[in-house]
């Protein structure tokens, strides 16, 4: 029997709050029960926005928590060749074209087509409008010469292509608390062509996520249900890479007391001013219901 592998994989761009903690010991709690094991990832591929003494203080707070985990923590800073091998794969499949598009121009080509055709412009799962192909119309010439040039580019999937290179009826298997698994058909195209390499860096949460969780031989991912779209696009991502599909536990976040979403940017009931408030570790377990 193939011993179960889990992750908790925060980003290192704020301190953890109370939803952070439910999953380190959602995650914790299956490896404890199923005999797996526990692996920590830092994924602090946005420079601009990661910061080292938040990943000490994701260490300290996980550590305080009572969690352990296995060594070495995957940092995803430094395994920029990964993500590089995987986007020559991708390339080598001409399953890529650069995206020259600024934010300002993208958001002007959105607003004349949707002038044009009196419809509202479809947006993806995380709210942004759906990429409206404008770079994947451009022809091969122009293409090279914007590459020699330098412009910056992000790249982006071709979503129907790749979609032809996988099997019809494509989906994944989440599994819940007591292991029983059911399929999840998925629906990428709701994503159209993805960013899979960023502009401003040289890979996306994305790439690098499903390509550390076949490095790392992560069997199941727990993971709040906020990212339960980006599945499909990551086992998309995962068939035209040649990489095994985990399974997944999609679990429920933890609202704040006005039912809103916790998250770094509003300050939300970080462990640490919990901490510091006088909170023990064994209250926030007993208040996650994991006593
Ligand atoms: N790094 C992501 C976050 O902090 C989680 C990624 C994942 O679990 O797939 O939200």
């Given at each position: 029997m193939t011993i179960p592998v889990f992750r908790f994989a925060p980003s290192p761009n704020g301190r953890l709050h109370v939803g952070h903690a439910y999953s380190a010991l959602l995650n914790a709690d299956f490896a404890m029960r199923w005999d797996g094991r526990l692996l920590l990832r830092i994924e602090d591929i946005d420079l601009a926005r990661c910061r080292p003494e938040f990943v000490a203080a994701i260490t300290d707070d996980l550590s305080w928590l009572g969690l352990r985990w296995e060594q070495p923590v995957r940092r995803q800073?430094?395994?920029?060749d990964d993500y590089q091998a995987a986007f020559s794969v991708l390339r080598s499949q001409d399953l890529l074209y650069p995206c020259f598009c600024s934010r300002k121009a993208l958001a002007a080509d959105v607003a004349r087509g949707a002038a044009a055709t009196g419809c509202r412009p479809p947006r993806d799962p995380d709210g942004a409008?759906?990429?409206?192909g404008t770079c994947s119309r451009l022809s091969a010439t122009e293409v090279s010469a914007r590459l020699a040039s330098g412009e910056p580019h992000a790249w982006r999937l071709r979503m129907k292509a790749a979609l032809a290179r996988v099997p019809i009826g494509l989906e994944f298997h989440a599994f819940d608390c007591d292991g029983a698994t059911t399929a999840h058909g998925v629906d990428?195209?709701?994503?159209?062509?993805?960013?899979?390499?960023r502009r401003d860096i040289p890979t996306s949460y994305h790439l690098s996520v499903v390509v550390d969780d076949a490095l790392q031989g992560i069997t199941h991912v727990v993971r709040g249900q906020d990212l339960e779209a980006a599945t499909d696009l990551h086992v998309v991502l995962q068939t035209v890479l040649g990489l095994p599909t985990p399974c997944y536990h999609h679990h429920a976040l933890i609202r704040d007391g006005g039912g809103e979403k916790l998250a770094k940017s509003r300050m939300s009931e970080t462990l640490m001013a919990l901490r510091q408030q006088g909170v023990t570790a064994a209250d926030i377990r007993r208040r996650l219901g994991f006593a």
């Open positions: 800073s430094h395994h920029g409008a759906r990429y409206p990428p195209q709701a994503w159209g062509d993805a960013i899979v390499v």
